[in-house]
Every structure is written in C-alpha cells, then in structure tokens.
C-alpha cells in the first residue's frame, strides 16, 4: 500500500495507462506544458512526447471532437476538460456523437474514450468554477458517468474507464484533490463502473452520497454515532450512470430509513432519481420519509466563503436531518 492523495492517484494512474498501452493519448487545455492546471500530468510531455501529451486551444467542443476521431481510429483518447463548468461547448458532442455512436452504428462501432472533468464548489471557484454537471450527462443513455471520491476509487475507476469499450465521463471533485488522502495498494486492480460501495456500515439508517458530500456524510455520522449512539450505514454511489439500484435498496431494506445527499442543486439532481428509485421499489420497506438534502436552487455558488457555506451542505446540517430521521 502506499498513501496518496486523489490528484497523485489519477496522475499515477495516467501515468502508468501511458506507459503500457502506446494507444492511451491524452489531450486538453494546458495539460502538455503546464502539467494540467491542477498538475494531474506534470512530467508526461518530456516522458512520453507532443504526440501522445497534445495542448489543445480553448476550445471544449473541438477537444471532444478530436477525442472521438481518436477513438474511432484506434487508439485510446483520455480527454481533459479543464473546468467541468466549460464542458457546455461540447454538451452536442457528447449527447449526439459520443454517446449515440454504438446506438447508430447498430453496435459496429464504440468509443473506447475517457472525458475527464474537475467538477463542483468549496474552492472559491464563483460562479464558473464550482459547478456540478452530473445531473445533465446521467441523463444520457450510452454514457458512463462515473464520480469517485477517493485515491482508492480513482484509481481503480480510472482503469477501468480507459479500458471501457465505450465512453465514460470521469468526474474529479477539485475539493477531494488534496484533501482526501487513502492507501492505495500497489499491484494493479480495477473497481468496476456501475458498482456503489458502503464506506460505513451500520443498522439504523441509510445515507447515500457521493463526491465531497460523501465525505461530510462520513464526518456526521461518525459524530452521530458518538454522540447519540445511532449508526448511520453511508453508501457512495460512485457511478451516477449505470446507477447500482441493488447496492442502495438492500441499504435502505436493510435500515428503513433513508437519505440521499448531494452538492448540486437539490431539484432535478441525480439525488432525486435515487429517492425516486427508493420509493418506487422500497417504499414498504421505509419507516419513514425519504429525506433529500442538496444545494439550494440558485444559479451558481458564490465567490464569497459565506455564500460557499449558505450553498454547500455541511457536517452540521446533514447531522440534524440525520437525528431527525433516525428519531422519526
């Protein structure tokens, strides 16, 4: 095992995809010379060459574009959206090429690509550096979505994301980068896209998250458990699209209780298909309301840290809803 942050695991990761396999190109926005913005690929233009490491212009849906062409050619494209709130140029690449390109061709062709994408808030990134956009691309058939939330997950999904025969939308949360650390063994394995993993076991309740708020779930429920003795079970998601239904019903079976937590705004969010999934297929099963806690519906999150904490859930509120329920 060897300790490392999620921003060294997916550089690792990247690194050691490049070195294998010649067909994994990587290409974007200031990755080549600069080592990415928040340097995920420092190092790879002298390692492995402007051939296979390419500076794109700014432009979102050309990257996208060219990833494509890449793919249908043979070759293993991981593409870098440098802000997940710019991927919007490109949203007709990804919903009428991307995903549809196995769809059309009547399975004759996939798109062996990878779209990486810093996403969400708690950065001071203001309105266009804090967004979450997993709501928008889980809604596409034919497109994997994927928001690992720790080194360990990174890691393994990242494998297994640039070895998928078709495509997949990788979603970083720019706050877990640095903050979140975790052993990652050293021998290669891979976690599988479309399986959720329980992080915290536990009877009286069921907490289903993911990304940051994963961790802020964790942090409450081990502060409930110490002090009020109730022991909240935290499943992480971690692939939005193909949702694991069956990892989240036997949770929620399991405990009678559920909540579902997520940063982006609470309406239409991939949280509210989750709490939808609970009641259509669980409801007998509950003993009580399905509680759902997501950022406020506003158009974007504020520069200022008092409006990143009005936007943001935090530790102390998802304990209270927490309480609330497991009392109900």
């Given at each position: ?9 997916i550089h690792d990761t990247l690194h050691e995809r490049m070195a ?28 492995f060459g402007e051939e296979r490491v390419i500076d794109t212009p ?218 939808a999934t609970i009641a259509e297929e669980a409801m007998f099963d ?43």
């Amino acid at each position: 095992m060897t300790e490392k942050n999620v921003v060294t695991a997916i550089h690792d990761t990247l690194h050691e995809r490049m070195a294998a396999d010649e067909r994994v190109v990587i290409l974007g926005e200031d990755i080549a010379t600069r080592g990415g913005v928040f340097r995920v690929t420092q190092g790879f233009l002298d390692e492995f060459g402007e051939e296979r490491v390419i500076d794109t212009p700014i432009a979102e849906g050309m990257i996208v574009g060219v990833a494509v062409g890449m793919a249908l050619h043979g070759l293993l494209p991981v593409a870098e959206i440098e802000f997940a709130d710019f991927i919007h140029p490109a949203f007709d690449q990804m919903v009428s090429e991307v995903s549809r390109m196995r769809y059309r061709t009547n399975g004759d062709f996939g798109l062996p690509m990878v779209v990486r994408a810093p996403y969400g808030g708690g950065v001071h990134g203001a309105l266009y550096h804090s967004q979450s956009i997993e709501a928008f691309y889980g809604h596409i058939p034919g497109l994997k979505v994927v928001v690992p939330s720790t080194p360990y997950d990174a890691t393994g999904m990242l494998r297994a994301a640039i070895d998928d025969p078709d495509p997949v939308l990788f979603l970083e949360h720019k706050r877990t980068y640095r903050l979140i650390k975790g052993d990652v063994p050293d021998e290669p394995f891979v976690v599988p896209i479309g399986k959720a993993d329980v992080k915290r076991e536990g009877d009286d309740l069921s907490v289903i998250s993911y990304g940051l708020m994963l961790h802020v779930c964790l942090e409450a429920a081990s502060r409930l458990q110490d002090q009020e003795g109730v022991k909240a079970e935290v499943v992480d998601v971690r692939t939005i699209n193909p949702l694991d239904t069956e990892t989240i019903l036997t949770s929620v079976r399991k405990t009678g209780k559920a909540m579902v937590v997520y940063e982006d705004n609470r309406t239409y969010g991939a949280g509210a298909e989750i709490a939808a999934t609970i009641a259509e297929e669980a409801m007998f099963d509950l003993d009580g309301p399905i509680v759902r806690i997501g950022g406020p519906d506003v158009p974007a999150m504020g520069f200022a840290t008092n409006l990143e904490h009005a936007f943001l859930p935090d530790a102390d509120r998802i304990y209270t809803h927490m309480l609330e329920l497991a009392r109900f």
